[in-house]
Structures are given as structure tokens and as C-alpha cells.
């Protein structure tokens, strides 16, 4: 939810976050498990940072890398850190392989270009997907739906509309969410983005997968 979203507070109450998570049908098995706290634990405050250390095409900073978190970090809702981490250390292990670390400057250059080719664009892709959740949650509160011109937003709806629809959106998907091949990669594939557009155009009337704002507030009130 959003920091802006107080009538949902109440979920921090154990019992209310149990009402929410049961009328959610897909993840309600959830709560069959073991408690390992009475209290529900919230992650809040949590800020999207990039650290770079070359500035207008100049190294700032020569003999130390930033990796992983230390160079960038969003939001955890969508589960890639590690993986974008791991794909950050295997740049560094790739450049470390190739470089002249007798040049300092040359080798923080040299980081800098390949962080930005083969990791950031994962960075800027959770940005992106972070910022339009964010945008539906907030529409939510007000009453409004969301939309936006951006059109990976469209194609990121659509794709999830037509994951069961069809096995290359299914591979699609997969790719993206693991971190394998980022939207750009796969969507350049001949035919797909056309086949995600149309197979998944009714997103906007989906049924939602568990209960509507008004029921939610009428659980977390009870």
C-alpha cells in the first residue's frame, strides 16, 4: 500500500491482516503455516537509491565498486534484488577478467559502462513498475482508475493478462520475472508484442482477484 493510504493502517493488527489475506483466494493458503511472530511486520520508508561514480563521463571515484544494493535498491515488492546483485557481481567478475586495473580511472570507466549496459536497465525496469503500482494504489484511495501513456505500462498489464493464454507469453513472463531476458530483449522478439497486445487487451475488465476497495475497508474496520 501507499504511505498516503491511513484508512489501511489497521492491517498492522494481526487479526485484521488475517481477514484481508483470507479474502484473497490466490495467497489465503498462506496462513495454514506456522506464525514465526504475533505481530505483523511492516517495511516502511523504503527508498529507491542509485550511487554512481563516474560524473559526466569522468570517474569521481577510483579503487572501490559499488555492487549490488550499495550501487542501487527499490523497492523488494517484486523479489529481484538478489538476482539483479548476482548479475552485478558476474559484470564485475567479467570486467575484473578484461581490465587494466593498472589504470584505476580506466577500470571505474570501464565498471560504469558495463553496469549500465548489462544491470541498470533491471534497475530502471523495477523503477518503472514500481512508480505504476504506486499510481494504481493511489488512484485506488481517491476512487479513480489508473492509466498511463507509457506504454510499457500497457504491455506489462497485457502480459500478465495473457500469461495462461498462451506458452510464449507464459516464457515470456518467466523471462521477465527471473530476471533472465529484461522487457526490452523480449519483446523485441518477432510477432510478440503484437500477440501480448491483443491477447491480453481486456485487462482493464479483469476481475479483480479478491476483494474490492470498499470490502477491503469494511474488513480492515470490523
Not at 92 to 115: E, K, N
Not at 170 to 184: K, M, S
Request: some cysteine.
Amino acid at each position: 500500500t501507499s504511505s498516503k493510504d491511513t484508512a489501511l493502517r489497521p492491517l498492522r493488527d494481526a487479526g485484521r491482516w488475517e481477514a484481508a489475506v483470507r479474502g484473497l483466494p490466490l495467497i489465503a493458503h498462506w496462513l495454514d503455516g506456522t506464525p514465526i511472530d504475533d505481530r505483523v511486520q511492516v517495511m516502511a520508508r523504503l527508498e529507491d537509491r542509485y550511487r554512481g561514480f563516474v560524473v559526466d563521463g569522468r570517474p569521481v571515484v577510483t579503487g572501490v565498486v559499488a555492487v549490488a544494493d550499495s550501487w542501487a535498491c527499490s523497492n523488494p515488492a517484486n523479489g529481484r534484488g538478489a538476482s539483479i546483485g548476482m548479475l552485478h557481481a558476474l559484470t564485475l567478475r567479467d570486467q575484473l577478467r578484461i581490465a587494466d586495473l593498472d589504470d584505476p580511472a580506466a577500470f571505474a570507466a570501464a565498471f560504469h559502462a558495463a553496469t549500465a549496459e548489462s544491470v541498470e536497465p533491471w534497475y530502471r525496469a523495477t523503477l518503472a513498475s514500481d512508480r505504476h503500482r504506486l499510481g494504481e494504489v493511489e488512484a485506488g484511495v481517491r476512487g479513480a482508475a489508473y492509466d498511463s501513456p507509457d506504454p510499457g505500462y500497457e504491455l506489462d498489464k497485457a502480459l500478465d493478462a495473457a500469461f495462461g493464454r498462451d506458452p510464449e507469453c507464459t516464457r515470456a513472463t518467466f523471462d521477465i520475472r527471473f530476471v533472465l531476458r529484461t522487457p526490452d530483449e523480449v519483446f523485441a522478439r518477432p510477432g510478440l508484442r503484437d500477440k501480448t497486445l491483443q491477447l491480453g487487451s481486456g485487462w482493464r475488465d479483469a476481475p479483480p482477484f479478491g476483494p474490492n476497495r470498499e470490502q477491503l475497508l469494511a474488513q480492515v474496520s470490523a
